[in-house]
């Protein structure tokens, strides 16, 4: 297959130096970005600046984005994509992971995802969004990075563990074990520096960055050192107070979700159970309401715990309280997935995306093999 970048027409000189790949090709050849204005004022020479630094991160499809994933990654990737050149991974081969059994859904959820990410506030004239399975130079990355990388560190990730449990797995299969590898791949194909992630992430970009230094001191410097970015709100717990959200639990609001569906979730999940009746004192440490006005409704928080404990305030006024701000989330979210399904949108979307990762790919993996001494022709002539 070919991918294609759909439109070359518009004069992207002024910023070539800041929005060009390493081979010099311009990245965003749909519009000029606003930095540009900004440059022009300071009367800076475009030269003067420093590239942006990258991130990377992304999303298994395996199903549709909710607010854990919103408050985890997304919105911290929609905050930071003025300041970083941001890849954002559709990770296709890490669902098969899991899902190599029935991969007849990916083609929807890669979709939704890439929908969720859009709807979410990420600028497709900013960002690049990309399908992992397009970019081979990912699977041979991480070829080269599993040949030092220990079965030992991979089985006791964390991560790996946890999941293995959730799933039932007893003898993991090697692409499952080793998908911390893969996950690394991802991230330094393109040598990004920043990966905003949720807590369970964490030991897979530690893990990445073992392999960065082993890397760079086996071959020389390729790779920058990755850091996570955790966010400050702590993992969402489901709204039945499950630890997990999950779709067969229904316990979790999907960033897609239609209000009156909100609402009713919003409704019936459980809160202090001491709060039997209207003037129960309240407890709002243990509520699971308190920790998602923390997250989506902060300004109302600090008058929101006396009057939970004095019983001032009761639990349904409480939750219409937070329907309105997940409202006002949600709602412009509806508005821009609206536009992004508009037909053929997100196709040339995505296909841009995955023709400038690719060719990052390329240009990262010539570095690497004549880094590692296998750039044989180059070699030879
Ligand atoms: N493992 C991540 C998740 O389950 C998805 C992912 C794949 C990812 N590759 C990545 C995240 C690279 C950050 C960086 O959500
Ligand atoms: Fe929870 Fe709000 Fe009820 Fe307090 S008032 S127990 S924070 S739902």
Known sequence: MTLRSSRTDIN????????????????????????????????????DLAPKKRILTGDRPTGPLHLGHYVGSVANRVRLQHEYDTFIIIADVQALTTNFDRPERLAEDVRNVALDNLAAGLDPNLV?????????????LTI???????????RHNPTIKTEAKA??????????LGY???????????????????????????????????????????????????????????????????????????LAEPPESVAQKVRVAV????????YDLGHPEVCIIHDYQKAFNPGF?????????????????????????LEELLAPMRERRAQYEKPGVLDEILRDGTARAKREAEATLALVRQAMKIDYWERWG
Request: aromatic fraction near 8%; hydrophobic fraction near 40%.
């Open 301 to 325: 928080v600090e008058e929101l715990e006396p009057a939970c404990r004095s019983a001032e305030i009761g639990c349904v006024d409480c939750k219409k309280r937070l329907i309105a701000a």
């Open 144 to 154: 080269y990075f599993s040949m030092f990388v220990s079965v030992n560190a991979l």
């Open 128 to 140: 690049t969004i990309f399908i992992q399975s397009y970019i081979p130079e990912i699977a041979e």
């Open 271 to 278: 809160t202090d159970p001491a709060r039997i009746r209207r």
């Open 180 to 254: 911390p590898v893969s996950q690394a791949a991802d991230i330094t194909f393109c040598r990004a520096h920043l990966v905003p992630v949720g807590a369970d992430q964490v030991p897979h970009v530690e893990q990445t960055r073992k392999i960065v230094r082993r890397f760079n001191e086996l071959y020389g410097e390729v790779f920058p050192e990755p850091e996570a970015l955790v966010s400050p709100v702590g993992r969402l717990v489901g709204l039945d107070g499950d630890a997990k959200m999950s779709k067969s639990l229904g316990n979790c609001i999907y």
């Open 12 to 47: 992207i000189r002024p910023y070539r130096e800041l929005h060009t790949d390493i081979k010099g090709e311009a990245i965003f050849p749909r519009t000029i970005p606003p930095i540009h204005h900004k440059i022009a004022k300071l009367n800076l020479q475009v030269t």
């Open 167 to 176: 799933y039932g797995y007893s003898d993991l299969t090697y692409g499952f």
